[in-house]
């Protein structure tokens, strides 16, 4: 089975930047072929998708709420899905999570459902607050 391990959150002021990292390890299919989505869940609210790229990294779709500020890569030689998030606003505050094993391509109707996804990680804490 494929586990997703995200990393990379932590405490920031308004305005600066943080890099969040999603490792894939383990064996299986959930992973190779599949779309990456990172969503995000604050306290109190629904968890929200962000932002998502494809197997091939050449299809990608982002939230409007983070357009122009947070970019997503992935590195698949590396198992690894990086989101860079940029102009940091207190409203970005949230777990932030990585999963897979769902959408095979980012599509304004799927890349965001949280359902249809198969495999998560396990979340990492971005506060931002000066």
């Known amino acids: 089975d494929v586990q997703l391990q995200a990393s990379g959150g932590g405490l920031v002021q308004p305005g600066g930047s943080l890099r969040l990292s999603c490792i894939a390890s383990?064996?299986?299919?959930?992973?190779?072929?599949?779309?990456i989505g990172w969503f995000r869940q604050a306290p109190g609210k629904e968890r929200e998708g962000i932002q998502c790229?494809?197997?091939?990294?050449?299809?990608?779709y982002s939230a409007d709420s983070v357009k122009g500020r947070f970019t997503i890569s992935r590195d698949n030689a590396e198992n690894t899905v990086y989101l860079q998030m940029n102009s940091l606003k207190p409203e970005d505050s949230a777990v932030y999570y990585c999963?897979?094993?769902?959408?095979?391509?980012?599509?304004?109707?799927?890349?965001?459902?949280?359902?249809?996804?198969?495999?998560w990680g396990q979340g990492t804490l971005v506060t931002v607050s000066s």
């Open positions: 383990g064996s299986g299919d959930a992973f190779d072929g599949y779309a």
């Open positions: 999963a897979t094993g769902g959408p095979k391509g980012c599509y304004s109707f799927s890349y965001g459902v949280p359902e249809l996804y198969t495999v």
């Open positions: 790229i494809s197997f091939s990294g050449q299809n990608t």
